[in-house]
């Protein structure tokens, strides 16, 4: 079956820094997705990408679908204590993947 | 509107009781989901339903009873859990099954005594 491979694990980073995080997949995705999930919560979708190649924002958020189509990236800039929770890549075929997740903590 | 909404939000049980957890959505979507997740892991699909029907079941054990009464209910009926199911259980929605943006609800945290 699919695999995602996510990275970084977890990070800390001081507010006001710049983070980048990125998934690679082990077979060809038509679709991307980024989520957030914070403690207690469901996911939350945050970007989703439709076409290799794509650059898609969504505020201080930016994530781009890779060419080969089987990578993504989302990068967060300027970060704020409220960015802290897990980060998920996902593809939606008809069994969704969850990549493992990246932690992020920002300190103060 | 893309809410998904579940009930209760956290359940206690005992290994001999039986509970039901409930998800509703209104986004006239026609596809909808059963993930568990642990603590520190990524959502791991249970059961999903297309237009009412079930459509995929990941061998799951069959304490874990799904419904899908109408397109926009979804429950999961749990009856003699073991400890090791305690989790949170998200659902999740989406226009149709394949290749579609899935919409999660906040889950419901389950503690299985």
């Known amino acids: 079956g699919q695999q995602l491979n996510q990275s970084p694990q977890s990070m800390f980073i001081q507010e006001g820094e710049d983070v980048s995080m990125n998934c690679t997949s082990s077979?060809?995705?038509?679709?991307w997705l980024w989520y957030k999930q914070e403690p207690g919560e469901g996911p939350v979708l945050l970007i989703a990408?439709?076409?290799?190649?794509e650059l898609t924002s969504n505020g201080r958020l930016t994530a781009q679908f890779g060419i080969t189509r089987k990578d993504s990236f989302l990068n967060i800039s300027a970060s704020i204590p409220s960015d802290v929770g897990i980060y998920f890549c996902?593809?939606?075929?008809?069994?969704?993947?969850f990549g493992i997740g990246t932690k992020l903590q920002v300190i103060p | 509107d893309t809410e998904v909404t579940q009930t209760p939000k956290h359940l206690v049980m005992g290994m001999t009781n039986k509970k039901s957890l409930k998800c509703e959505q209104h986004?006239?979507?026609?596809?909808m989901y059963w993930y568990k997740q642990k603590a520190k892991k990524p959502p791991e699909l249970m059961f999903v339903?297309?237009?009412?029907?079930?459509?995929i079941n990941e061998s799951v054990p069959s304490r874990f009873s799904p419904e899908c009464p109408n397109s926009s209910l979804l429950n999961l009926h749990l009856h003699a859990l073991q400890p090791e199911d305690s989790a949170l259980y998200l659902c999740?929605?989406?226009?149709?099954?394949?290749?579609?943006?899935?919409?999660f609800g906040a889950g419901t945290r389950l503690s299985v005594l």
């Open positions: 999740a929605s989406s226009q149709k099954l394949t290749g579609n943006i899935q919409y």
């Open positions: 077979s060809i995705f038509n679709t």
């Open positions: 990408l439709y076409k290799a190649g």
């Open positions: 996902a593809g939606p075929e008809q069994k969704v993947t």
């Open positions: 986004m006239g979507h026609r596809a």
């Open positions: 339903y297309s237009y009412e029907k079930l459509s």
